[in-house]
Structure formats: C-alpha cells, structure tokens
C-alpha cells in the first residue's frame, strides 16, 4: 500500500486551469482518468487526510504511485480528452457501466448494392442503418415479419443471395411475396434500394405517409372492383398498424429524445435509458456501476452521456436528452453533445405533463434494475471469493489468488503445436489479457517439452520487461530476463502477432502491457510431469514468488510440484469448478487457434508460391480449366490461352505445379465423404469454419488436443 504523500506533487505545481489527470500504480498502468475545471483545486482532494476519504477513493489512492495531468484549453476538451482515454486504458477505478448483454438491433445495410435487412449486435458500421436497441432479438424478427407484407426488402444472407441468382430461382420469401427477390432480377438495384428507403423512413417513425397512401390505394381498388388488391392492401395497412402497436405511442407525434434515469446507493448505481423515436418507444436499454468515489448524480449522468454518445454522430444522437439530474457545469456536455450531432441538442430535466410522467417510468425502471443486480452480485461475489479462499487453503498459499493465470498446449499428431495463455481476475475472465503461442523451439509432440518453453517464454517477458522499468529490488539480478539462446523473445500476442521486443514498448504510455504483470497463481493442464515443467521454467528464471499448480483431467486432480500425491478437492467445491472452468477455457482457446492453423495450412496451394502471381490470376486460371488437377495437365502453351498469364509467368507455373506434391483425396469433415477428384482440394465443401482433411474424420478428431 503506497502512502499518497510520497508522489504529492509540490505546492503551486499544479496549475489553476482545466485540464484531465491520470493516476498511476506502481507498474505505470493508468488506474484512474479524470477531469476538472481546475486541477489544482481536484487534485488537492485527493491528498487530505486518508480517514476522510470515500472508502473506494482511499483504495484508489493508495494503490497509485504517480499522478500526472495534461492542460486543455477549455472544460468540452477536457470532456473529450477523458473519454478518449477512459476508452483507451481502460482504468479499474474509473466508473465504467457494465452492459451485462450486447443489445441487438434491427440494421438495413445501405452500403451494399442491394440493402438487407437484418439483425445486428456489436459495434456499428458505417453506411448501415439502425433502429433500435430492442431487449430481444425476436421482437425484431416479430416486427421485420409483419412489415415485410409492404417492404418486400431481402433479408438472406450473400451465401443464399448468391446462390439465388446463380440458379435463377428465389428463396421461399420470394415465392410467398415477403421479398422482392432482387436476386433473379424481379426488381431493378434503384427500385429495391427505394423500397429500402420507405422501410427506413417508416422504422424512423414517419408512419402517417405510407398508412394514408395504403388507406387510397384501397379506396381505389374497391371503386374500380379490383376486390383482391383491395383485400391485399387492407391486410398490408393491419400488418404495419400491428407493427406500431409493439411500439406504444408516449410522446406527441415527432419527438425524439432520449430519457435517463438513475438509481443509486453508496456503492453501485444503475442507469435505464429509454429511447423514444416519433413519440414511440424504440428500445431500452441499461447499465450498472460501481461508485469508485464519492460521486453526484450529474456525475453518473456526465459518465452515462459519454458512454452512450462517445462514438454517435448525426441522428443518432436525439434532439433532447431528459436526465434526472444535471451535470455541473451543464455548458460543455451540451456543447459536446451539440457537436456530436451536428446541431441543438437539448440537456434538460423534464419538470411537468407527459415527459415527467415517462421519466418516472424509467426511474422505476432503474430501480428495479439496482434491486435485481445486487441480488445477483450478492451471490456472484460470494461464490467467488469463496472459490479463491478453498483453492489459496487447498494449496496453502499466504492470500487468495487474485489473478490467475492457466496454460494448455494443443496440436494435431504432433503437427502445429500452439499453446494458450488465459487470465482470470477475481474469478472472471480478463479476455483482453488473453494470449496465444507457437511452440519453435522443437518439432515434434512433446506436451513437457512445450509447457517448459511456453512458460519460460512468458516469464522471461515479465522480467524484462520488470528490468526496463527499473521495478529489481535491492540486491536482484535480472538473471534469466535476458533473450534466449537465439537472440529474441517469441510471444505472440492475442491476434497472434508477433511481440514486439520489450525496448519498443514505451514507458509513458500507460497501456497495459502484454507480460508484465505477475499472476499469484500458475494453472497448468496436466499433471505431475507439466507441472515439474513450469515449475521448472520458473526456477530457471529466479521466480520463486508464483505458485504453481495442474489439474489433471481424468479424475480431476490438483497437482503441486515435488508432490507425489495429488491434492483432491471435494466434487462440490466453488474451488474445484473455479479451475475446472480455468481450465476448460485455456483448452478452448487453445483448441480454437490450432484449428485455425490447421485450416490456413489446409487452404494452401501450389500457386501461392509462383512469385508475382496474384489472386486475381488464380483465380482466372482455376476458373479456366477448372480445378488445380486439370491445371496440372494443361501444357504452356494451354497455360498462355489464360488472359493475363505471358509465357514465361506460364512456365513459372509449370514448374512450380510439377515440384508440388499432389496431396491425397480431400475429405469432407462435416459428413466424412471423400471429395470428386474435379474439386481443389484446398476448397472447403464442409460446413463452415471446418477445414478439409486429408485423414479420416474420426480419426482425426480422436488424435486433436
């Protein structure tokens, strides 16, 4: 625990101007970003006597080592600038509403040739619009259903649409006339991105339009005895007016706003946001947090308003935003709000007639959200911290393992050996911290022989980079920090690129890095012998502060080193299942980058090693003959008939094609079929993410880990 007063800045260091603030710990991770009309004035706060802090700010506070600010010309950049770096660092103190699902919303792609209508989670895409957040996602499908009747948009995937138009026959919607079926050419690109347009509008909220001209149309058709249309566009008009009624109307007719409501104890609060388009609800969504420090209601509104708007432009974000309380100052949230969307949003607290009414709505909302979260914590958090003390008493360590870190190794009969490295934290899983390996340092299957090279690579990581930042106590040698035997350190990260060398990761940055932070607990998959591996590796490198630890799969067995008997943990206990679902989870990240592997060596041909030979060429020489073995046989002068292709690149091909092996005949794995011999072998007729093997199916599967 570090005492505040020894990184206090000096008096009349700080300036008296706007600006945002980073605390750091000891290890130069950013833990806390804030910002502040005048820094000398906020950052005194937090350097008084500790008794008179907010529990959580004292924890803050004594875990930092450093703080730092940057000055900003006025309270909008500092508003900016602290969101920028909230998103980028990710502090652990900061507040940070946690989204318990990621809200599905009813998306029409404008940016392709022919818009599709479907639904769509996640981050947002440029040129698609959305309608929405909705609470499930078969509200959407419900709502698509009935509107489909009088926007006939496309809604199949590019595999279906294309297969469509190959064959010159539509899908079932296009037989039943639930889509337009741009695919066979029924309607024209121009006319069917129209049509897509009138869905958007409709969704927007600019209902009365197409219902009066339906309403004319039926008119219309029943004067001029056309009783079939009539009845179609009578049961068109009760399809769009039953899509309405799923959105009740709560506003006058045009209002778009945004309302939020906040519930709030001492240490969580919970945020409900009720999105209102043409006076109808739209979507619903909600957020919960936990207060770091002492913290208002314009605050926790501030912080909600960056969330929801950080990365919104134009539209969407609403005319008028209703909060229940404001920030302070309000000016420049609303002038960043402004900004966000290009013209006046309004930031106000609704004081009387419909808008209060629905804010109440919202708050009991909130509340309800709070109740319902703390119920559920309660008994997450127990069942945690229980599972951390039974496994810190079972393998008598002196505290709970707080981060824990387990190992797998994977392969395919001793052929792309990889391994996996994930972290949990407090007893969940720390995702961005993820990492995945290639084993180099040997060929061949050997499950100890990896474990020792994956953790010495890892750890020989954490020392240096622990030696760069000058963290050797006094009297500690760096010892095995030092590169290996050829020179370099070969991690990869998350994406599986390659580590950048421990110099180029900058000191200042503040992001967390990929090895340096120790776990307190090492998981390997495994028993005796992968455990005297790690603990091998880490002796090696002078670490005798980590404990160590395998879980055997056949009778589920804790292993410690040096111990000739497992350590047996109750079936029942949260201990148990906590390592069991470590475990479980390095395996399947494991297990999902060596298929991956597995999959691209698989979609390899002899033509990727023709120099100069690009994809578009391949892809016209397989379409001319047909398939890879008949491009074998073809002659150079064959080869040349090919536009784009000289004799010379004709010869090149020839020679590479005659030095390449032909592999065996190409097995589906979904269905264990052996391919026509016609078919590239390197194309995938399986089902999708399967790649195709040249070994038996079972086989196969029975030798993978």
Request: proline letters at 9%; aromatic letters at 6%; glycine letters at 10%.
């Given at each position: 625990?570090?005492?505040?007063?020894?990184?206090?800045?000096?008096?009349?260091?700080?300036?008296?101007?706007?600006?945002?603030?980073?605390?750091?710990?000891?290890?130069?991770?950013?833990?806390?970003?804030?910002?502040?009309?005048?820094?000398?004035?906020?950052?005194?706060?937090?350097?008084?006597?500790?008794?008179?802090l907010h529990p959580r700010t004292r924890s803050m506070v004594t875990t930092a080592a450093s703080v730092e600010w940057t000055v900003v010309s006025?309270?909008?950049?500092?508003?900016?600038?602290?969101?920028?770096?909230i998103k980028e660092y990710d502090p652990r103190f900061n507040v940070k509403y946690r989204d318990d699902k990621s809200y599905p919303y009813l998306a029409v792609t404008m940016n392709e040739e022919y818009p599709r209508v479907q639904v769509m989670r996640g981050h947002k895409k440029k040129g698609v619009r959305y309608f929405g957040p909705y609470a499930h996602a078969w509200a959407i499908r419900d709502t698509v259903d009935l509107m489909l009747r009088v926007f006939p948009v496309r809604t199949c995937s590019a595999g279906v649409f294309k297969n469509a138009a190959r064959t010159g026959r539509p899908c079932l919607l296009g037989y039943i006339g639930k889509c337009s079926a741009p695919c066979v050419e029924r309607i024209s690109a121009e006319d069917h991105r129209e049509l897509a347009e009138e869905f958007c509008d409709f969704m927007a909220g600019r209902t009365g339009t197409y219902l009066r001209r339906l309403e004319r149309q039926m008119a219309q058709a029943a004067e001029d005895m056309e009783y079939e249309r009539a009845a179609r566009l009578r049961d068109d008009i009760g399809a769009l007016k039953k899509a309405m009624e799923k959105n009740a109307v709560v506003l006058a007719d045009a209002t778009d706003a945004d309302l939020i409501a906040v519930a709030e104890d001492e240490l969580e609060a919970a945020v409900q946001i009720f999105h209102v388009r043409g006076g109808r609800v739209r979507g619903q969504r909600g957020w919960v947090t936990d207060k770091v420090e002492e913290i208002t209601t314009g605050a926790l509104v501030e912080h909600a308003l960056q969330q929801l708007y950080g990365e919104e432009t134009g539209d969407a974000v609403p005319r008028e935003v209703l909060v229940p309380a404001l920030p302070d100052p309000v000016e420049p949230v609303q002038e960043w709000l402004?900004?966000?969307?290009?013209?006046?949003?309004?930031?106000?607290?609704?004081?009387?007639?419909?808008?209060?009414?629905?804010?109440?709505?919202?708050?009991?909302?909130?509340?309800?959200?709070?109740?319902?979260?703390?119920?559920?914590?309660?008994s997450d958090l127990t069942t945690r911290s229980r599972a951390l003390e039974e496994i810190s008493d079972a393998l008598g360590l002196d505290s709970a393992p707080l981060r824990i870190e387990c190992y797998d190794i994977s392969h395919l009969q001793g052929d792309d050996v990889v391994a996996s490295m994930v972290v949990f934290e407090d007893g969940l899983a720390r995702k961005s911290e993820y990492r995945r390996f290639q084993i180099k340092g040997f060929a061949g299957q050997d499950d100890v022989r990896s474990m020792h090279e994956v953790i010495t690579r890892r750890f020989r990581r954490y020392l240096a980079e622990k030696e760069r930042t000058g963290e050797w106590a006094d009297g500690e040698e760096p010892g095995a920090a030092e590169a290996g035997?050829?020179?370099t350190v070969t991690g990869t990260d998350g994406a599986g690129l390659a580590e950048p060398p421990a110099s180029t990761l900058t000191e200042?940055?503040?992001?967390?890095?990929?090895?340096?932070?120790?776990?307190?607990?090492?998981?390997?998959?495994?028993?005796?012998?992968?455990?005297?591996?790690?603990q091998r590796a880490l002796d090696e490198l002078g670490i005798d502060d980590i404990a160590v630890c395998g879980l055997a799969k056949r009778l589920e067995e804790v292993w410690l080193p040096g111990d000739d008997d497992p350590v047996v943990l109750p079936r029942t206990s949260e201990g148990l299942y906590l390592l069991q679902r470590i475990r479980d989870e390095a395996h399947r990240f494991a297990i999902t980058y060596q298929r991956a592997k597995r999959a691209k060596r698989f979609r390899s041909s002899p033509l990727d090693d023709v120099p100069g030979l690009g994809d578009t060429r391949k892809q016209a020489l397989i379409k001319h003959f047909g398939s890879l073995k008949r491009l074998r046989s073809a002659t150079i002068e064959q080869i040349c008939d090919v536009p784009g292709i000289g004799r010379r690149t004709a010869e090149v091909i020839v020679a590479a094609l005659a030095?390449?092996?032909?592999?065996?005949?190409?097995?589906?794995?979904?269905?264990?079929?052996?391919m026509d011999d016609t078919e590239e072998p390197g194309q995938q007729t399986g089902s999708p993410g399967e790649p195709v093997s040249t070994g038996a199916p079972d086989e196969r599967r029975g030798q993978e880990r």
């Open positions: 625990m570090a005492d505040p007063s020894s990184y206090r800045p000096r008096p009349g260091e700080i300036p008296d101007s706007p600006g945002v603030y980073r605390f750091r710990d000891e290890h130069r991770r950013v833990i806390y970003v804030g910002k502040a009309k005048s820094l000398r004035q906020r950052l005194a706060n937090y350097f008084q006597d500790l008794a008179g006025t309270e909008v950049e500092a508003l900016q600038l602290e969101y920028s770096w402004t900004g966000r969307r290009g013209a006046n949003v309004s930031l106000r607290v609704p004081q009387r007639g419909d808008k209060k009414a629905l804010m109440e709505t919202v708050q009991r909302n909130a509340q309800q959200a709070l109740v319902l979260h703390k119920t559920k914590r309660a035997p050829d020179g200042d940055d503040g992001r967390p890095k990929r090895f340096a932070y120790p776990p307190q607990l090492v998981v390997v998959d495994g028993g005796a012998p992968q455990v005297a591996a790690a030095q390449a092996v032909p592999g065996g005949p190409a097995v589906n794995t979904a269905t264990g079929e052996i």
